[in-house]
């Protein structure tokens, strides 16, 4: 029983849209304490947030290849991106942010 209960709690949370208000404010908040220096700006030639023509030929790579490159650092981004706490799905649901146009 409090199994179905907790399911269908989540399920009514998810049609509200609860939970996505919620992991967009972790992914937001993750931005910007992790992501929002360099890639606010351009800096070190990191792709800026919400410019497509910067992100398409990333994009282009595949998200695997991408969180990858995350988890490794590239060129002046460090390994993690700074956010060192981030599993993988974290940093999936980032690049989605920054690649997203605003």
């Not at 939970?19 to 937001?28: E, F």
């Not at 460090?78 to 993988?88: F, N, Q, R, T």
């Amino acid at each position: 029983m409090k199994k179905l209960l907790i399911a269908s709690s989540v399920v009514w949370l998810a049609s509200t849209g609860i939970l996505a208000q919620a992991s967009d404010k972790a992914t937001t908040d993750r931005y910007n304490k992790s992501c929002i220096a360099c890639h606010a700006s351009g800096a070190a030639g990191a792709p800026v947030t919400g410019n497509a023509k910067h992100w398409a030929p990333r994009m282009e790579k595949g998200m695997d290849a991408l969180v990858a490159s995350v988890d490794k650092g590239m060129n002046a981004m460090p390994p993690k991106g700074m956010c060192y706490d981030c599993s993988a799905e974290d940093f999936k649901a980032l690049i989605v942010h920054m690649a997203t146009p605003k």
